[in-house]
């Protein structure tokens, strides 16, 4: 694809309330037929915040993706996270009213548990959590520790995330400050007032029934139960959304619990290649991605790529071209801006 439109207009900087999407400037992604996208940023109050620290949160995106949902009609009664690790962007759209309800589904059992026990049984978890010591040996034990009860999981999934390095809860990571305790200390992310108060927003959020269910099982499993969930309640056609997030290509054996290989990366995206469902999708521009999901695979697909938002001064903020790209089938996209080659010069 040519870029010659995509250098012309420089991207316009932007204050924090401005939108920024999707200018279409001088990006270099312009050149993968990625259409900026930044979305308009709402601040989210520290409570309604995921309770879980999680490797490639995707909070950032939440802006970029309330904008492609509130393009389209009719407003998605059900969102479905069948990768929801710390759930932030269900969360996020949830609080800034993007979407009414949402689904939460995740193949990793602590993680699964976690979000279970949250939702339905939270004042043991809170109480537990509380009674708990954030020490080295405690997290020692916790590893070690190979639980069978949901109530376990969950606090297992708590305690690690939040003790262990970049809130990972499998592979090798160690303890935050490592057993030297010597720069940072283990319990220097583990603010139980705070996590108090997110788990509770959480479980308002359920008893609202705008988290309306919780599902362990792969995506494949938890896209049935949501077709079920769905079909179930009789709402509008179209207005059940998945958004999906699968693990990181590079490095993804290493931070999450559950691998997912090329094989698995083919999988989906061949399932979303036939799907009449609406779907968006959050990726590392990788080139697996950038091919799976390629103009010429799938022509019907909007593509977009997310920048970060940089503050420059202290006044402004400028948006630079990010590593995510987003990329969905949902027939509009934000404001009719068209695609890259549609720009001016
Ligand atoms: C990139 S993380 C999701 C992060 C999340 N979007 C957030 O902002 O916190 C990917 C998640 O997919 C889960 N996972 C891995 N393989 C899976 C599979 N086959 N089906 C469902 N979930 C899976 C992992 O346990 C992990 O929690």
Redesign the pocket.
Known sequence: MSAGPMTASPIRAASLNEPTSPQLGASPVGMEGLIPLAGVRRPLPLNTL?P?R??????RMIPAIAELIEANVPAPELLV?????????SLGLLEIGAVKRVLL????PL?AAFWKVATTDTEWLIAAMRREPITVERWDYWRALKPTGARNRALKCLFLNRTTFSGIIGGNAGPIGGRAQLNYKIDCRFDMNGIEARLRHVRKLADEGRIVGVHE????D?IRVALDVHAARGWRTKSLVFYM????IEKAGGI?????SER?HRALAEYLNGSGERWIL?YDKEPLVLDLYGADKMPEVRRFAVPHTYTMTGTRSRPVPGREVLFTNLPQVPAARGRPDDTES
């Open positions: 995921s879980l999680y490797p490639g949160s995707k909070r996270e069948p990768f929801c690790g710390g759930a932030s962007v589904a995740d193949l990793d993680i099982g792969r995506w494949e938890s997030d699968p693990p990181y999450y619990r559950r691998s997912f698995h959050s």
